[in-house]
């Protein structure tokens, strides 16, 4: 990848994008469209493909606010550790865990634009993350945390990643998903640990505010702990119905 294809991309990020606060996690402030299928058109146009995806790291998506809420609130549960975000998009949740604390973290995305936007984002917060722009289901770099947001929406894909973070829980890392509840979520072999009224964007989930949880995998045996983190139940009042 050119310096040069890097520079466009960010400057057609800057011109199609406003900065703004995240609803939801307003400690952080990220680059956002104001429609997606206009900012998906004019993508295509300036890079001359069709079928190019859809621009996810344009947007704060209820999961990903979910998620970032969860862990700034929560510094325990990354402060120190190496910290993998998984499908980053915009790097909203690799953000959280770097104010929360995370000694190294990694913002991981295949979309060049996304990878483009989490360095346009991290310099706007003035953060410091990794972005990593390879494919990286199936590996274990020994990440103590691993965050999800908003992937489950393709059904491959959804069954692929379901098998690899399940791996890495086994492993010992502690493995957070936040997820509205999408289609291919893995419901069965979650358990929910936290919800969230989330702030959205109507054109993209159709609601003004959209419930989101926080999950993690569901072990009966082990009490619902992984990396040292047991979590205990809370009463059904404010957000939290578990907590780590």
């Not at 307003?26 to 001359?48: C, F, M, N, R, Y």
């Not at 990593?132 to 489950?152: M, S």
Request: hydrophobic share 45%; with cysteine.
């Amino acid at each position: 990848m050119t310096i040069n294809l890097i520079a466009n991309r960010a400057a057609f990020i800057r011109a199609n994008t406003r900065l703004l606060p995240v609803p939801h996690a307003p400690e952080i402030s990220l680059h956002v469209a104001d429609d997606a299928t206009e900012l998906w058109q004019k993508t295509e146009e300036e890079l001359g493909e069709l079928g190019l995806p859809p621009p996810f790291w344009a947007f704060a998506w209820s999961g990903g606010q979910a998620l970032a809420r969860y862990v700034i609130d929560r510094p325990n549960l990354v402060r120190g550790r190496r910290v993998l975000d998984f499908a980053s998009g915009s790097g909203l949740v690799a953000f959280a865990a770097r104010l929360a604390g995370a000694a190294e973290v990694e913002a991981n995305d295949i979309d060049a634009f996304a990878l483009a936007a989490i360095g346009l984002n991290a310099q706007a917060n003035g953060l410091s993350v990794r972005v990593v722009g390879e494919d990286l289901i199936g590996r274990d770099e020994d990440w103590d945390v691993v965050l999800a947001a908003d992937v489950f929406y393709e059904r491959e894909l959804a069954s692929h990643v379901t098998e690899w973070l399940l791996a890495l829980e086994r492993r010992g890392a502690c493995v957070l998903i936040g997820d509205p509840g999408r289609s291919y979520l893995p419901q069965n072999k979650l358990v929910a640990v936290a919800r969230y009224e989330v702030p959205v964007t109507r054109s993209l989930e159709d609601a003004d505010i959209k419930q989101s949880h926080i999950w993690r995998f569901h072990h009966p045996a082990s009490g619902d702990s992984a990396d040292g983190l047991t979590c205990r139940t809370e009463t059904p009042s404010g957000n939290s119905l578990l907590t780590c």
